[in-house]
């Protein structure tokens, strides 16, 4: 990667002349620490762009969609655990806005989103280029601000930095009229922040931690679901310690991988929909059922009635009080940050009685380990990962898209460190997977990025190739083509009696010329040879690399669940359940 995305800054003070409105937003980012800034220039944020011009201090990346720009500032976000930030125009700029928002919202993901706004004496008479940014978002925002005064804005800032990076993360909209956005002010830094009401983390309560120990002490069978609340608190080695101490096997989220290590002995893999045989029965056949950061999304969970039907109690451990027995019927309740709160368990933490229950669970994955038919004539995508994790030995950064892919990347490759799996869980956002790995590359300049992306998403953000070429940013990014929209193809053929519907993606471009066409390295490969030979390849290119893998059209994810069903009632594909 070109040098440059490091930017050092001398401190920021306070002006004795007027500057404008975009003058001083630009001044409040660098303040917070806003090392790289997506977006996409449009008529109502001119200002901002025009006071870039000659700033060296500021580092901007234009992107080629806004979509693009705030996938990029999440994946940067989620990477770094910094506040991704991005800026788009009014009207259309800002809804194009829209499912990035409800992306990061839905994945509690830190954004401060720009957007700029019609001049006030404007708004609301339906002028050129104004939407009501602020309405439209108020469902998949953490908080949002109108900015009327540009005396408010250093303040605002601020508390939009503070607000999306504490309690449960997430995104925050500042919407600045354009007017706003050139009027004059003497710079001050803002005063002290009180915001009333809010309390983002409370302190740890000790009486529902004993409560939590006492359960584990008690307990025969516990297991873990550890989620992305211990990757967003940083509580990794918080958790570990914790596993140690008490010896409760953990099974992940889908954003809890990465969370806990892979080769841990008492690690039981993904839990869900497509999670391993022994998580999902762990689960199942636990009599205490404790939630670390995670929220029992239904896709984890699958049928809320069948879930976890022998556990005795269930505990949950939150950031946020409104989670707890939301989905679950919750029997403890630990309310605060994920760090804080496991440090003060492992103060007293004593092992369970869990030796018999960890023999059943070792005796299950060895029975009914994820497994896939290999070819010899055909390149399986299984294989795909499971390559891209060896060579790489679970040190990347992975950026997926979603689809079947994303399911295989959970699966097969086995991550050893918290924020090295970058992908949309909640919401389900094609087109995230790529500019994802963009923001996440400036983030971790000396780290390699992998973006695994299948063939329907990557034509919903292709054009930001342009970004990687230009800039030279060295994302390695692969294409599982397999000509379909594969997830839905694999459901309509599971659950809707093969009766294919509108899949077909056989008209597709030639993903090697569409590399070449924006200036950077393309290869394919169809067989195991060349899929080995083209990955050595990338992996000695300097700069971009774009590898499309060739599969096959039918082949599926499993494990899988049916929507409807209890997480014991897995399809498990080739493998034969004779006492199940």
Wanted: hydrophobic letters at 40%; proline letters at 5%.
């Amino acid at each position: 990667m070109e040098q440059g995305f490091k930017i050092e800054r001398e401190s920021i003070e306070d002006s004795q002349h007027l500057i404008n409105g975009s003058e001083v937003l630009l001044r409040c980012l660098l303040r917070e620490g806003a090392e790289c800034v997506f977006g996409y220039p449009g008529g109502s944020v001119l200002y901002i762009y025009d006071a870039m011009v000659g700033n060296s201090d500021f580092q901007h990346i234009l992107t080629r969609h806004e979509q693009g720009a705030i996938h990029a500032a999440d994946g940067y976000a989620r990477s770094t655990g910094k506040v991704g930030v991005c800026i788009a125009t009014s009207g259309p700029g800002a809804a194009n806005l829209v499912t990035g928002i409800a992306t990061a919202y839905m994945d509690s993901v830190p954004l401060v989103v720009i957007t700029g706004n019609v001049a006030t004496a404007a708004g609301g008479t339906d002028a050129f280029q104004e939407v009501d940014i602020v309405g439209i978002t108020m469902p998949i925002t953490k908080h949002s601000y109108y900015v009327r005064d540009v005396h408010d804005l250093p303040r605002i800032v601020r508390e939009a930095f503070h607000i999306a990076n504490t309690g449960r993360k997430g995104p925050v909209l500042i919407d600045i009229p354009k007017d706003v956005s050139n009027q004059n002010m003497v710079f001050q830094l803002s005063a002290e922040m009180h915001l009333r009401g809010y309390h983002p983390a409370p302190s740890p309560d000790q009486t529902q931690i004993d409560k939590l120990l006492q359960a584990i002490a008690e307990s025969e069978k516990p297991v873990i679901i550890a989620g992305g609340g211990v990757v967003y608190s940083n509580a990794s080695m918080e958790l570990l310690e914790f596993v140690n101490k008490t010896k409760v096997p953990v099974a992940t989220t889908l954003l809890g991988l990465g969370a806990f290590p892979s080769a841990h002995p008492l690690w039981l893999g993904m839990l869900g929909m497509h999670g391993t045989y022994a998580a999902n029965m762990a689960v199942q056949n636990a009599d205490l059922v404790i939630s670390i950061g995670s929220r029992f999304d239904e896709r984890a969970t699958m049928n809320i009635a069948g879930f976890a039907p022998n556990a005795k109690r269930i505990a949950h451990l939150d950031i946020d009080p409104a989670e707890i027995g939301k989905n679950v019927k919750t029997d403890i309740a630990c309310v605060g940050d994920m760090k804080a709160l496991l440090h003060c368990a492992n103060a007293k933490a004593r092992p369970s009685n869990s030796d018999r229950w960890i023999k059943q669970l070792e005796t299950d994955q060895a029975k009914y380990p994820l497994r896939y038919q290999d070819s010899d004539t055909e390149l399986k995508p299984q294989f795909v990962i499971e390559m891209i994790s060896e060579t790489t030995q679970g040190e990347a950064i992975i950026t997926t898209d979603v689809g079947q892919h994303q399911m295989w990347v959970a699966q097969f490759y086995k991550f050893k460190h918290p924020r090295s799996l970058i992908t949309s869980g909640g919401l389900g956002t094609m087109g995230f997977g790529f500019p994802s790995a963009i923001g996440a590359q400036i983030g971790n300049p000396n780290r390699l990025v992998v973006s695994v992306n299948g063939d329907g998403g990557m034509q919903m953000c292709a054009q930001e190739m342009a970004i990687c070429a230009i800039h030279r940013i060295p994302v390695k990014i692969v294409v599982i083509n397999n000509e379909v929209l594969g997830m839905v193809r694999q459901q309509q053929e599971v659950m809707y009696s093969n009766r294919l519907s509108h899949i077909d993606l056989a008209g597709s471009p030639d993903f090697v010329k569409l590399a070449e066409a924006y200036g950077m390295k393309g290869l394919r490969a169809s067989t195991k040879a060349e899929a080995r030979r083209i990955w050595q390849e990338a992996m000695e290119t300097p700069g971009p690399v774009l590898l499309e893998f060739v599969v096959p059209k039918d082949e599926n994810v499993y494990p899988m669940i049916p929507g409807g069903r209890n997480l014991d009632q897995m399809i498990l594909g080739d493998v034969e359940l004779s006492d199940h």
